[in-house]
């Protein structure tokens, strides 16, 4: 092999990276050793297609790695604790995994003394930033190439490329880029690319192919899904599995609004049926058993936690530190959460939990209470007010 040319290509099976594929051995002459990082959403039978057209396109070697468990344990993990959702709509699906796939790919190339290493990122978007960070700061001596990017490339200057050089994919299809995984599937086209335009319902890859009503207990240790009715699995499994259950009444769709880390806006659909539930389904278990105190603070630091990840600052310490918060406010939150789906829709119906601090002696909010007369309430009142009183008679006059 000649390793002065040798390139590793993360690869995806995806328009863009196709076109790395071809465009890097026959243009370019670079002995290219295609990598996937499998981080979920994909079957075996579709790794198995992805790695067949990999090979099809002409590279010199393909590896799959799988890193589902390893993605969960190191960000989806912290995402559930942080109940984080970017602008109050998006999971994080595609930029929580692309951290993890980037270390994965790096580590590869250093593994096989790749001197160069490629992605097919395009210079508009957020993925460029989050992959050469990584890169850059785990293999300085790698050097990095963007062949979309350096090159300026439109999809359907690709499309023409690829189809000229003979490699037969359904452009159809490729109309919308899908990204698939563990947390949520990302779906871009040109819709996306204005302000006013939603998705086909054709454009998600789960179609809505049950009706009525299904009834779900999910049940969380300590912030982490452990079980689903019941059934004991690892949380990455009852992930998967609940993205399964729900996606069939087309639950978790919605259009993500934001500002991108180079500064312009950007817009993008997805559908997340088992991050949208999880999340929100802790986040009742969680108010049930916090105080208003944990409460609060976990929800700016989360915040903060889910913007670094999206910035591409994964490998900063303060991450490490904000890991150690969430975790540390999980301890309490164990229960069960009950859950009903329905078409495009799913309602929580409460919660069951030892620690459900609704269960106080104190009284019932709203009702009758147990532990203070109403004169202590009075009293109470009257010092919780003198701020504002103190306030509104100085100023009154001004």
Known sequence: ????????LAYS????????????????????????????????????TIKNKAYALGVTSYKNIDAISSFYQKVVKYLIFGNVLKNNTYPLSVSAERIIQAIEVIEYAKSIDAKYIAHGSTGAGNDQVRFDMIFQTLAPEIE??????DQQLSRQEEIDYLTAHGVDMSWEKAKYSINKGLWGTSVGGEETLTSEKGLPESAFPSQLTKTG???????????ELIAINGDKQAPEKNIEALENIASAYAI??????????????????????????????????EKHTLTKWQLQHKEYLANFYGMHLHEGQYLDPVMRDMEAFLTSSQEKVSGDVMVTLQPYHF?????????DLMQSKFGSYGEMNTQWTAE?????????????KIYQQIHAES
């Open 213 to 223: 009503k299904k009834h779900l207990t999910l049940t969380f240790d300590k912030g």
């Open 376 to 388: 202590e309430a009075k009293g109470f009142i009257k010092i919780n007010g003198n701020q504002n």
């Open 13 to 48: 099976g995806g328009l863009d990276t196709s076109y790395c594929a071809v465009h890097l051995s026959k243009d370019k002459n670079f002995e290219v050793h295609a990598v996937s990082v499998n981080t979920g959403g994909f079957s075996n039978e579709e790794m198995n």
């Open 347 to 355: 309602s929580l119906d409460g919660i069951i939990s030892k620690n």
């Open 144 to 149: 990095i190439i963007t062949p979309i990017r």
């Open 1 to 8: 092999m000649n390793t002065s040319k040798k390139i590793v």
């Open 252 to 285: 978790g769709r919605d259009i993500h609004v934001g500002d991108t880390i180079v500064g312009i806006k950007g817009r993008v659909g997805f559908e997340a049926a088992a991050a949208l539930i999880t999340i929100k389904a802790h986040h009742l278990l």
